[in-house]
């Protein structure tokens, strides 16, 4: 079983930038894939990024390329989302997702593991 806590969400302006964090625990953290998806309001929840065990891999959804970064740190049991150039749409709840089988996910359907969510509110 594997516990995931997300934290870092709050309002910002449209431009600025946040940091996400999301805590893991009850596993070994560096067999995890971890991957962060999102939600808005009356939408499907969303891939946002994925990256491998060893941080070595990443990938990301072509609405956040090169405003967002993943991250992860094996000695903190965490992951990062680094989001800069941040937009209205941006807005969502913000979920970091785990899975124990090797592979970047991009669907909800891969990761068997979820935080609670922290909300991302960008004001425009």
């Known amino acids: 079983q594997v516990q995931l806590v997300e934290s870092g969400g709050g309002l910002v302006q449209a431009g600025g930038s946040l940091r996400l964090s999301c805590a893991a625990s009850?596993?070994?953290?560096?067999?995890?894939?971890m991957g962060w998806f999102r939600q808005a309001p009356g939408k499907e929840r969303e891939f946002v990024a994925a990256i491998s065990w060893s941080g070595g891999s990443t990938y990301g959804a072509d609405s956040v390329k090169g405003r967002f970064t993943i991250s992860r740190d094996n000695a903190k049991n965490t992951v990062y989302l680094q989001m800069n150039s941040l937009k209205a749409e941006d807005t969502a709840v913000y979920y970091c997702?785990?899975?124990?089988?090797?592979?970047?996910?991009?669907?909800?359907?891969?990761?068997?593991?979820w935080g609670q969510g922290t909300q991302v509110t960008v004001s425009s």
């Open positions: 009850g596993r070994t953290f560096r067999s995890l894939y």
């Open positions: 997702a785990a899975r124990a089988r090797p592979g970047l996910g991009i669907t909800v359907y891969e990761y068997a593991y």
